[in-house]
């Protein structure tokens, strides 16, 4: 049976497909700002003129190669009503540790560079905080609606408990990339768990409120 040919649209696909994955090795192995068009271009035979044919600039590359080489954490768990605060955070905490020992190096490398690209680009660093803002913005009011399923209140607004969660996730991921072995998945589920801090009660009590003795009387102060 003869084969049937390849559509222009098809064409275009895979060229786009093989830039990417060619930008995707240049950055994992010389860096994102090292990386010219120019030799990203001529690995795969094509020419400057071809990549901006697909991607209008170099910044629009970028943009494709973390939309398909990104390493993210499940956050199912942490919108279910079904199950408390701190047994949510320890699922997210089981399902980041299974990532990362999923990833590939390559997806690792990317991942430190979109971060330090971040710190030398104005333009790339402002596109990062907006998509994680408007990112949080979303998941905090589904976060809301499940704490509020189960009456629950996290020791932060959802909005900066996320914000604080990420920052955690940052740091487990980069220590693991270097040094696997010392990030321990049982230490980090538990981690996670005592993100959800103390019962309200406890906190109310930590606040001021006098506390009772076995007897439920305030207890006695001592005599000098």
Known sequence: MPRRPVTRAERKLETKTAIVEAA???????????????????SIGLTKGAVYASFGSKHELVKAVADRYSASADLSPLLRADLPLAERLRLFGRGLMA???????QLMLLDFEYAVYGKRNKRWRAYLRETRRAGLEELASRFDAANAARGERPPLAAQEFLSVLTIAVRGVVQQ?????????GEAIETFFALLAG??????????????????????RKSRK
């Open 24 to 42: 995707a090795r240049s950055f994992g192995r010389s860096g994102i700002e090292a990386s010219s068009i120019d030799a990203i271009a001529a």
């Open 176 to 184: 693991y990339a270097l040094d696997p072995g010392s990030v321990r």
């Open 99 to 105: 990532s990362l020992e999923g990833a590939s190096n």
């Open 198 to 219: 103390q019962p309200e009660k406890a906190r109310k009590d930590s606040r001021g409120t006098q506390r009772r003795g076995g007897d439920g009387k305030p207890p």
